[in-house]
Antibody, heavy 119, light 111 residues
Framework: EVQLLESGGGLEQPGESLRLSCRAS????????MSWFRQAPGRGLEWVAS????????YHADSVKGRFTISRDNSKNTLLLQMDSLRAEDTAIYYC????????????WGQGTLVTVSS | QPVLTQSSSASASLGSSVKLTCTLS???????IAWHQQQPGKAPQFLMR???????NKRSGVPDRFSGSSSGTDRYLTISNLQSEDEADYYC?????????FGGGTKLTVL
């Protein structure tokens, strides 16, 4: 069974940085594109960023462009999200997810890690 | 970029059926969508994908009570013989080359 385990969440002040990690197991990580999503308290799901299987191509939502960076280390089966210049509106549960290959829908989700941005 | 529209809430009685709708924006009628279920306090879980022809592919383990269909820009999730554990938020998702998009979600209440 696909396992995605996020870590790195916590409480941070506005303007500070945080790095999230997602450790993948039970599948061949390097063959799948991956994404980060988030869900603010009481709100719906929001796409944050995606990266292809090689790590060479990535895309970011306008709301985080220039502040967040998605990357991956295929040698360590790990997906990363570097979050800089944090804002209060970045407060959310952040989910790591796998993108299916043939038809690129999200097919597996992690359990999420909570990021709180507050002074 | 596609936009997805969902009703904010739906309700149906235990043992009955309900049909949830996800509507694609104009010009995106050929897009495939995915349905995700989020039970209270839990992470989302992929249920199925539905294409423009109405063909659907479910995740292994999703009960036969769940099915998908399509009509024009509408994609549907039908749940038959509703159970208490089906009370959840249901989100549809689609994508293009550079973005992924969710509908606002439908909160399903089982009466």
């Amino acid at each position: 069974e696909v396992q995605l385990l996020e870590s790195g969440g916590g409480l941070e002040q506005p303007g500070e940085s945080l790095r999230l990690s997602c450790r993948a197991s039970a599948f061949t990580f390097k063959t799948y594109a991956m994404s980060w999503f988030r869900q603010a308290p009481g709100r719906g799901l929001e796409w944050v960023a995606s990266i292809d299987n090689s790590g060479y191509t990535s895309y970011h939502a306008d709301s985080v462009k220039g502040r967040f960076t998605i990357s991956r280390d295929n040698s360590k089966n790990t997906l990363l999200l570097q979050m800089d210049s944090l804002r209060a509106e970045d407060t959310a549960i952040y989910y790591c997810a796998r993108i299916w290959t043939a038809v690129p829908h999200t097919d597996s989700w992690g359990q999420g890690t909570l990021v709180t941005v507050s002074s | 970029q596609p936009v997805l529209t969902q009703s904010s809430s739906a309700s149906a009685s235990l043992g009955s059926s309900v049909k949830l709708t996800c509507t694609l924006s104009s010009g995106h009628s050929n897009f495939i969508i995915a349905w995700h279920q989020q039970q209270p306090g839990k992470a989302p879980q992929f249920l199925m994908r539905v294409d423009a022809s109405g063909s659907y592919n479910k995740r292994s383990g999703v009960p036969d009570r769940f099915s998908g269909s399509s009509s024009g820009t509408d994609r549907y999730l039908t749940i038959s013989n509703l159970q208490s554990e089906d009370e959840a938020d249901y989100y549809c998702e689609t994508w293009d080359t550079e973005t992924r998009v969710f509908g606002g979600g439908t909160k399903l209440t089982v009466l």
